[in-house]
């Protein structure tokens, strides 16, 4: 005959507990117990969650605001940037903001993001590399063609600077960022000419191959035929 299970050790029907006033009541009163037990800790996590959450909340919208008047306060910035007055660009005119002041009063929004890379390529069309790679490195964008742009121009204040490793990392890294038509045979050409001067023909050939190949139609076909043919010689003899 099987031995049945004490009190305390025998599992409890649901049932019972539902139809049984004192077993509830045993049951909500250990609950009860354990709230005022513990009420103090339990009150400061819910104190914390709140406060976690509305910090978030408020670095949100406070971020938001910033940059929606970094982007007023860039407007003008940018004009200048067109019309190819970088000094005001840079440090504006005595009334408007220039990039380098949105990057100081606005930072960590979108508005001074992009303004790192237009103080970048100032810098660099100024033949401050050093800036240059200072502030395109803080760049960083989705958009295929403005980050593919700066790897670009990282690319090119390196090759500029004598860093030729560099350069051609930052030249790969821009021929392959979401390739398109337009730009990445320019990258393409850019990587190859680096390639060449680093003493990697067989790069440099596959790179001008690739625009010969997949980029009939660009600019730089007719350049990439003529310098592949070139190389190709070269490493034949």
């Keep these: 005959m099987a031995k049945t299970k004490s009190g305390k050790a025998a599992q409890q029907d649901p049932k ?21 037990q513990n009420s103090k800790v339990l009150g400061g996590v819910l104190i914390a969650a709140i406060i976690l959450i509305g910090g978030i909340l408020y670095f949100q919208i406070d971020n938001e605001n910033k940059n929606n008047e970094a982007q007023a306060e860039m407007f003008q910035a940018v004009y200048f940037y067109e019309q190819d007055s970088v000094d ?18 606005y930072p960590r929004t ?8 237009y103080i970048g390529s100032i810098y660099l069309s100024e033949k401050n590399f050093g ?3 200072e502030y395109l490195e803080k760049f960083s964008s989705d958009d295929y063609l403005v980050q593919a742009k700066a790897y670009s121009l ?22 392959s960022y979401k390739e398109n038509e337009y730009f990445t ?28 190949t997949n980029y009939y139609e660009s600019y730089e076909y007719s350049f990439a035929r003529k310098h592949k043919a070139r190389l190709e010689g070269l490493a034949a003899k």
């Excluded at 440090?91 to 220039?98: E, F, K, T, W």
């Excluded at 979108?110 to 890379?117: C, E, G, I, K, V």
């Excluded at 045979?185 to 010969?212: C, F, H, M, T, V």
Aim: no cysteine; net charge negative.
């Design 16 to 36: 019972d507990l539902l139809e049984n006033p004192e077993v509830l009541a045993e049951r909500l009163g250990r609950g009860e117990a354990f709230l005022k």
């Design 88 to 105: 005001f660009a840079l440090n504006g005119d005595g009334i408007n903001a220039g990039f380098l002041e949105i990057v100081d009063e």
């Design 110 to 117: 979108d508005a001074a993001n992009l303004a790192n890379f």
């Design 131 to 133: 800036e240059a790679i």
């Design 154 to 175: 990282l690319g090119d204040a390196h090759l500029e600077s004598g860093n030729l490793d560099q350069a051609i990392s930052n030249y790969e890294k821009a021929a």
């Design 185 to 212: 045979p320019k990258y393409l050409n850019k990587l190859a000419i680096a390639y060449e001067e680093a003493g990697r023909i067989e790069d440099a050939i596959a790179s001008y191959d690739e625009i010969e």
